[in-house]
Each structure stands twice: as C-alpha cells, then as structure tokens.
C-alpha cells in the first residue's frame, strides 16, 4: 500500500460529498456489472469490502436478506448511511473494516467489492483475497482498476502515486490459490475489469469433513 489506512481514510473523507458526481463511465459499468454479477438470493447475505458510499450495497439490498457494508472512511460511510435513509432500506448496516480485517464473523454468502482493492500492494491483495476465501462466500465478484494489458500510468485510471493494480493473470492466481474458480472476466477497459469467482455447496461442505 502506497499509501497508509489513515492517509486513505483522510483523502475520502475529504471527497466522500461529492465523491458519487464525480464517478466515471467505466467505474458506473463496473459498479453495474458487480450488481449483475453479484445477484444475491432472498435469504443470502453480502459483504460490500471498500463500500464507499454504498453504491454496491444499496442497489444489492432489495433483493438480499443483509447487506454488510466495511470501509476505512467515515465520511464515506455517513453519506452510505444517510442513502439508506433516504431510500427506507433497512437491511443493511455499515462500519469500520479492512479488506485483511473486515470485522466481520457472520455469515457471507457474497463478497462484493468495487474500485478499491487496486490501493494494496500485490501482496496485500493475496493476503485479502485469502482472507474472503476464509470467510467461505459461494461468490466473490471484483470490481477494480486491473492491468489487461501493459500498465500504462497516463491513462485515467492509473496514479501511481496512490494505485497499485495487479495484472489480471495475477488476480486469477490469487483468486485460484484461495479456493476459487474464475468464472467470468468482463473487460471494461484496458485497466478496468470484473472478476467472478465462485465455489460450491458441495465443495465447501467436501472441505469442512
């Protein structure tokens, strides 16, 4: 991380008001696929890693049991909060947590994350990766700036100074060594993209025994 917890923190605090205007094109498809892709069941829950200001959570929890919304960002997680309000939905929750440190023991049927995990080192990402792995989701769907391509920092999506994105090769691996299968790889950009990963009932209640 190029960048600590807090100095992150700070910097969405900082642009949580307007942080929604501000979205692009590529990060509103992203944020739809993840919707799309992620599409929970009645009676299942979802964990929204880096929720922000709530885009993923909020558009899942019509159709969800829980939404369980984490981020290191206060003032993100108000306007998140003041949303839900605003829109009546009641079955979701926001507080503090870490990709590697969620602080969350619940169940979790889904884990869903847009546009934040590209903060870490490649490192980081493995140790998160593993840790949602741990949490035994039948669905984890990731939407992020990713390299398809040969990392190029004049583009957009790219600022070297506080962005790490991995290689999509190196996402896969990771994904692969926690557990998952990779079932859908949806290009939006050169550097930006959605991942879907996937395990069994079956294979989960094989693991447990």
Known sequence: MKKSIEEHAARFDEAASEYDDDSSEEYRACANL???????????????????TGAI??????????????????????????KAAEQGVENVEFDHGTFREPEYDGAADIVTSNFAMHHLSDEEK???ISVIGELGPQRF??????FFGEPNPDEPFYSPEVDDPATVGF????????????????????????????????????DAQ
């Open 57 to 82: 959570a909020l558009a899942l929890a019509p159709d969800a049991e829980r939404v369980v919304g984490r981020d290191i960002s206060d003032g993100m997680m108000e306007e998140a909060a003041s």
């Open 141 to 146: 769907v990731l939407g992020d700036v990713m």
């Open 126 to 128: 493995r140790e998160a």
């Open 34 to 52: 993840v919707i799309e892709h992620a599409a929970p069941d009645a009676d299942e829950t979802v964990l929204d890693l880096g929720t922000g």
């Open 171 to 206: 996402l896969a691996d990771a994904l692969t060594d926690a557990g998952f299968s990779l079932t859908a790889v949806e290009r939006v950009h050169e550097q930006v993209g959605v991942l879907v990963a996937e395990r069994s009932r079956g294979r989960d209640e094989t």
